[in-house]
């Protein structure tokens, strides 16, 4: 490998503003503001507008699809019958 052509690879936080909620993960990201951890270092910051902690799949309050919407309509209208002849 050719040296001083990769990124550097260290822990960053990723806080969640949604949820207000914070992690750490190693990355190449790069940042200029910083955050406290728990361990009471300062870590480079990333500012998320939605992870898992906030998004609707990962929380479980994903709605459904309206009954009355265009996909429904559409199976309705071609709707298809099983008929078993015997």
């Known amino acids: 490998m050719k040296p001083d052509i ?3 690879y260290k822990s960053v936080i990723f806080h969640d503003t949604s949820a207000n909620t914070s992690f750490m993960i190693r990355s ?5 503001q910083t955050m ?5 270092k300062d870590y480079p910051v990333c500012y998320l ?6 998004h609707p799949f990962y929380t ?7 009954s009355d919407g ?10 298809v019958t ?4 015997g």
Request: net charge positive.
């Open 28 to 32: 190449t990201y790069q940042s200029s």
């Open 70 to 79: 265009r996909v429904a309509k559409f199976n309705q209208k071609f709707k």
């Open 60 to 66: 479980g309050k994903q709605t459904q699809t309206k």
């Open 36 to 40: 406290k951890w728990h361990d009471g």
């Open 6 to 8: 990769h990124p550097e």
């Open 49 to 54: 507008d939605t992870s898992s902690a906030s």
């Open 82 to 85: 099983s008929s078993k002849k």
